[in-house]
């Protein structure tokens, strides 16, 4: 391999000689006349070219330790790619990577060789053409010296010419001829002198061109050492980045080698163990051969076993198949019979729902005959702007909703309720009417009919009696009602008046004034709170042609002002006054509702306008409707609940059957029929007490009077009355009224044993109810006719 120093430092000597042989003939030239500026800038350019000499060997001395500290990591690198390739197996891999690696070095020097080669060449063509020109210097040089020479001599020779011819003039005119003589050597002074110059301006201008030429050189040399510096650092760079790449690479293909290495290491050990389990396989599988021969002829003898109780089974087979055959005919019989006993069943099933139908039908007419208020239950969904809020009703059924207590949690938070129905956040103003169309019609028919909404302000009783934008025939609950005619009633409402009407959309007009001049006021519970209770009496008179019975029905539509806790409408002022008058006609309502449920001798009617309004329908013989709003909302638990137990009270009233107005010919006859039939009733009633009375007197000796025996039938039989009326509805209901009402234990157990003691025949109470319906009376007005 070449060094470096050996390499490129050899132009730039030869260069270095060069200008030295230029500057020592400068100096010689000096001593022989050369001006001192031509020697001045050869030094300087000697000089140069030194320092340039010294950088250049400088820079190439660090390039070589460059390219050998390289060449020494490639060794190593090599080195440890030969100790992994002994080590392993595929040692191939590495001395193939090793080899190309080897030929892109031996590539990178071979053309870093070129290059230098080429450098070298173009220095040798410097240097041959300084040469040359110090040839051509040295000859114009050498040849001015020659002229200088020549004309130093015949200077001389003149001047000896002139010394002779001066020393024989000197004789004839000394005088006159050394002045021409003088005359003739300033002359040939002048012009050597003139020729000196000439001779010293064509140096300056050579020396010029030289100088030039020398800075072109020196230019052409900076850009040559340039380009060569730009090309190594690229060089370098590359080299530098290659040596990365590799570096990287061997790390990897190294890591590569060692996961291999564990791998074929595992594998050798698996295998090794393998190796060691086929040998044992090898050794247990003669055995297990032995084992299955043996086992084999076991088999054998097996199968001839089975084969011949196979025969036997076929045998056997072929009997039980005729007894299947026997079995299946016998079996299609019973299916067929199966079928004809299905039918009934199918035909039962299809009636079902009929039945179902019919059953609620003749739920309802009990209830009708019972006389209860009809207790309704709707649950006003939540205003779009408070959907998130939470619900208190845990469940919405049919019949029943269970609401619970946000401050208590588990089963004791809850507690549901038993109404006739409960309608449900979604269900629509339509649902509500097809449920209670009957009801409304039966006005038709002559019975007085009251609709009455009951809750809290804000839970939506107006919206339940009128629908959302007020009375209009697609909303309101109400409105097929038709033959309308008004009847003149002396209302007990001061103001209050009295239209006639002929069509349905006359009650609407007359509902929509009414609603319009009813007092409506904004509270922190309901922008639009109901400020007044609201009360439709519409009077309705028909007449049957066909019969001539003629009949008068009432439908009132009552939809009261809201119950409410001031603090939470928090009205002041107007409003306040309003709501105390709200709650106080409330509460007297309540007081009503509290004395007919106790079946109380005095029941408070007189105590407000409402109630008084309320009475006919109350505790006279109309069908009541009481819808119950609630808000299914947190905040409103205490008022619902308090709406809820309110409800569960007024659904225990009895009012007795309705009475209808109508009176035809059919039920003239009828009502002579029921009192020919008291009649003998009650004959037959005399005979029993007096055959009771007789018994009684041979077992007894003190006789009960005759006069006092009816009056004792007549207290039993009323005390029955009692129980029996008690049982069919207090008792469920006066468990309720002991919640809310603090009505004890205690009370009511009292009035359960005087039921289990009056000893009353079921018999009994059915020829009661029968009897109320036919005349239809009321049960405590069928006991004072008694
Ligand atoms: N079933 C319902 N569906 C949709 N919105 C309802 C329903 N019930 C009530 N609302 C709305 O709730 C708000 C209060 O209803 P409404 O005025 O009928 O209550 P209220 O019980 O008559 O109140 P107040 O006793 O204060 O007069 C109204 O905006 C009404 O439209």
């Given at each position: 391999m070449m060094t470096s120093d050996s390499l490129d430092t050899a132009p730039t000597q030869s260069l270095l000689t060069v200008v030295n042989g230029i500057l020592e003939e400068s100096v010689e030239r000096r001593n022989g006349?050369?001006?001192?500026r031509v020697a001045c800038l050869l030094k300087k350019v000697t000089q140069e070219l030194e320092r340039r000499m010294s950088t250049q060997a400088e820079h190439l001395r660090t390039q070589n330790n460059l390219f050998k500290a390289r060449e020494e990591k490639y060794q190593s690198r090599i080195r440890v790619l030969e100790a992994l390739a002994s080590g392993t197996k595929d040692g191939s891999e590495v001395k193939k990577i090793k080899e190309e690696q080897k030929k892109l070095d031996e590539n990178a020097v071979i053309r870093l060789i070129k290059e230098q080669e080429n450098k070298n060449l173009e220095i040798s063509a410097f240097k041959i053409e300084l040469e040359t020109a110090k040839r051509t210097y040295g000859l114009q040089f050498s040849q001015l010296e020659e002229e200088t020479k020549c004309a130093k001599e015949e200077f001389t020779l003149k001047a000896q010419e002139h010394e002779h011819q001066l020393q024989e003039l000197r004789e004839e005119d000394k005088n006159l001829e050394i002045s021409a003589l003088k005359h003739e050597l300033e002359t040939t002074k002048k012009t050597y002198e003139e020729r000196c110059s000439l001779l010293e301006e064509e140096y300056e201008h050579r020396l010029e061109e030289y100088e030039h030429r020398l800075e072109e050189f020196r230019n052409e040399a900076e850009r040559i050492e340039e380009e060569r510096k730009k090309a190594d650092e690229r060089e370098i760079n590359r080299l530098m980045k290659e040596h990365e790449d590799n570096k990287f690479e061997i790390s990897s293909l190294k890591e590569e080698l060692e996961t291999t290495k564990e791998t074929y290491e595992v594998k050798c050990s698996q295998l090794e163990e393998l190796k060691n389990k086929v040998k044992e396989l090898e050794v247990s599988s003669e055995s297990k051969y032995q084992k299955w021969k043996m086992k084999m002829n076991q088999l054998q003898t097996v199968v001839e076993f089975q084969f011949s109780s196979l025969q036997r089974m076929k045998l056997s087979w072929e009997s039980m198949k005729q007894s299947v055959v026997k079995e299946q005919t016998a079996y299609a019989e019973e299916w067929e019979r199966l079928g004809a006993n299905l039918k009934p069943m199918a035909l039962a099933a299809a009636n079902y729902h009929a039945l179902l139908a019919e059953n609620k039908k003749l739920f309802n007419e009990i209830q009708e005959l019972k006389g209860n208020i009809r207790v309704y239950c709707r649950v006003r969904p939540f205003l779009s702007e408070k959907k998130e809020k939470q619900s208190i009703v845990e469940h919405i059924g049919e019949n029943d909703l269970v609401v619970a207590n946000p401050s208590k949690e588990g089963k004791d938070a809850l507690r549901s309720f038993k109404f006739n129905r409960v309608f449900g956040h979604a269900t629509t103003q339509a649902e509500v009417y097809s449920d209670i169309q009957s009801l409304i019609r039966s006005v038709l028919d002559g019975y007085n009919v009251c609709i009455c909404a009951y809750g809290q302000t804000g839970s939506g009783k107006t919206y339940t009696m009128t629908g959302p934008n007020g009375a209009t025939s697609e909303t309101?609950?109400?409105?097929?009602?038709?033959f309308l005619q008004s009847l003149p009633n002396g209302l007990a409402v001061p103001d209050a008046s009295l239209f006639p009407v002929k069509t349905p959309p006359d009650v609407l007009k007359l509902m929509d004034i009414g609603l319009k001049n009813r007092a409506i006021g904004a509270t922190a519970m309901n922008e639009r709170s109901s400020r007044s209770h609201s009360v439709v009496s519409i009077h309705v008179r028909g007449k049957d042609s066909k019969t001539g019975s003629t009949m008068v029905g009432n439908l009132h539509l009552v939809d009261l002002a809201g119950s409410e806790r001031v603090d939470r409408s928090e009205v002041i002022g107007d409003r306040l006054k309003e709501a105390q008058h709200i709650n106080k006609s409330l509460a007297a309502l309540g007081d009503v509702i509290f004395a007919l449920s106790q079946k109380s001798p005095h029941v408070p009617y007189r105590n407000s306008k409402l109630t008084q309004l309320l009475q006919t329908s109350l505790g006279g013989q109309a069908k009541t409707l009481m819808f119950f709003q609630i808000n299914s909302d947190v905040s409103s638990y205490s008022e619902t609940l308090s709406t809820l137990k309110f409800a569960e009270r007024v659904a225990g009233i009895e009012l007795g059957a309705a009475r209808s107005s109508k009176e035809g010919k059919d039920v003239r006859e009828l009502m002579e029929q029921v009192s020919s039939l008291k009649s003998a009733l009650l004959a037959k009633d005399e005979d029993i007490e007096r055959l009771q009375l007789l018994k009684g007197s041979n077992r007894k000796r003190n006789l009960i009077p005759r006069s006092g025996s009816s009056k004792h039938f007549d207290d039993h039989m009323h005390q029955n009355d009692f129980s029996h009326q008690y049982e069919l509805s207090g008792g469920e209901i006066g468990k309720h009224i002991a919640e809310t009402s603090g009505f004890t234990d205690s009370d009511f157990d009292g009035r359960s044993s005087d039921l289990s003691d009056s000893?009353?025949?079921?018999g009994t109470e059915t020829d009661g109810s029968e009897n109320s319906s036919i005349t239809g009376g009321t049960k405590s007005s069928e006991k004072m006719e008694r």
């Amino acid at each position: 391999m070449m060094t470096s120093d050996s390499l490129d430092t050899a132009p730039t000597q030869s260069l270095l000689t060069v200008v030295n042989g230029i500057l020592e003939e400068s100096v010689e030239r000096r001593n022989g006349e050369i001006p001192h500026r031509v020697a001045c800038l050869l030094k300087k350019v000697t000089q140069e070219l030194e320092r340039r000499m010294s950088t250049q060997a400088e820079h190439l001395r660090t390039q070589n330790n460059l390219f050998k500290a390289r060449e020494e990591k490639y060794q190593s690198r090599i080195r440890v790619l030969e100790a992994l390739a002994s080590g392993t197996k595929d040692g191939s891999e590495v001395k193939k990577i090793k080899e190309e690696q080897k030929k892109l070095d031996e590539n990178a020097v071979i053309r870093l060789i070129k290059e230098q080669e080429n450098k070298n060449l173009e220095i040798s063509a410097f240097k041959i053409e300084l040469e040359t020109a110090k040839r051509t210097y040295g000859l114009q040089f050498s040849q001015l010296e020659e002229e200088t020479k020549c004309a130093k001599e015949e200077f001389t020779l003149k001047a000896q010419e002139h010394e002779h011819q001066l020393q024989e003039l000197r004789e004839e005119d000394k005088n006159l001829e050394i002045s021409a003589l003088k005359h003739e050597l300033e002359t040939t002074k002048k012009t050597y002198e003139e020729r000196c110059s000439l001779l010293e301006e064509e140096y300056e201008h050579r020396l010029e061109e030289y100088e030039h030429r020398l800075e072109e050189f020196r230019n052409e040399a900076e850009r040559i050492e340039e380009e060569r510096k730009k090309a190594d650092e690229r060089e370098i760079n590359r080299l530098m980045k290659e040596h990365e790449d590799n570096k990287f690479e061997i790390s990897s293909l190294k890591e590569e080698l060692e996961t291999t290495k564990e791998t074929y290491e595992v594998k050798c050990s698996q295998l090794e163990e393998l190796k060691n389990k086929v040998k044992e396989l090898e050794v247990s599988s003669e055995s297990k051969y032995q084992k299955w021969k043996m086992k084999m002829n076991q088999l054998q003898t097996v199968v001839e076993f089975q084969f011949s109780s196979l025969q036997r089974m076929k045998l056997s087979w072929e009997s039980m198949k005729q007894s299947v055959v026997k079995e299946q005919t016998a079996y299609a019989e019973e299916w067929e019979r199966l079928g004809a006993n299905l039918k009934p069943m199918a035909l039962a099933a299809a009636n079902y729902h009929a039945l179902l139908a019919e059953n609620k039908k003749l739920f309802n007419e009990i209830q009708e005959l019972k006389g209860n208020i009809r207790v309704y239950c709707r649950v006003r969904p939540f205003l779009s702007e408070k959907k998130e809020k939470q619900s208190i009703v845990e469940h919405i059924g049919e019949n029943d909703l269970v609401v619970a207590n946000p401050s208590k949690e588990g089963k004791d938070a809850l507690r549901s309720f038993k109404f006739n129905r409960v309608f449900g956040h979604a269900t629509t103003q339509a649902e509500v009417y097809s449920d209670i169309q009957s009801l409304i019609r039966s006005v038709l028919d002559g019975y007085n009919v009251c609709i009455c909404a009951y809750g809290q302000t804000g839970s939506g009783k107006t919206y339940t009696m009128t629908g959302p934008n007020g009375a209009t025939s697609e909303t309101i609950v109400f409105f097929p009602l038709i033959f309308l005619q008004s009847l003149p009633n002396g209302l007990a409402v001061p103001d209050a008046s009295l239209f006639p009407v002929k069509t349905p959309p006359d009650v609407l007009k007359l509902m929509d004034i009414g609603l319009k001049n009813r007092a409506i006021g904004a509270t922190a519970m309901n922008e639009r709170s109901s400020r007044s209770h609201s009360v439709v009496s519409i009077h309705v008179r028909g007449k049957d042609s066909k019969t001539g019975s003629t009949m008068v029905g009432n439908l009132h539509l009552v939809d009261l002002a809201g119950s409410e806790r001031v603090d939470r409408s928090e009205v002041i002022g107007d409003r306040l006054k309003e709501a105390q008058h709200i709650n106080k006609s409330l509460a007297a309502l309540g007081d009503v509702i509290f004395a007919l449920s106790q079946k109380s001798p005095h029941v408070p009617y007189r105590n407000s306008k409402l109630t008084q309004l309320l009475q006919t329908s109350l505790g006279g013989q109309a069908k009541t409707l009481m819808f119950f709003q609630i808000n299914s909302d947190v905040s409103s638990y205490s008022e619902t609940l308090s709406t809820l137990k309110f409800a569960e009270r007024v659904a225990g009233i009895e009012l007795g059957a309705a009475r209808s107005s109508k009176e035809g010919k059919d039920v003239r006859e009828l009502m002579e029929q029921v009192s020919s039939l008291k009649s003998a009733l009650l004959a037959k009633d005399e005979d029993i007490e007096r055959l009771q009375l007789l018994k009684g007197s041979n077992r007894k000796r003190n006789l009960i009077p005759r006069s006092g025996s009816s009056k004792h039938f007549d207290d039993h039989m009323h005390q029955n009355d009692f129980s029996h009326q008690y049982e069919l509805s207090g008792g469920e209901i006066g468990k309720h009224i002991a919640e809310t009402s603090g009505f004890t234990d205690s009370d009511f157990d009292g009035r359960s044993s005087d039921l289990s003691d009056s000893g009353i025949a079921p018999g009994t109470e059915t020829d009661g109810s029968e009897n109320s319906s036919i005349t239809g009376g009321t049960k405590s007005s069928e006991k004072m006719e008694r």
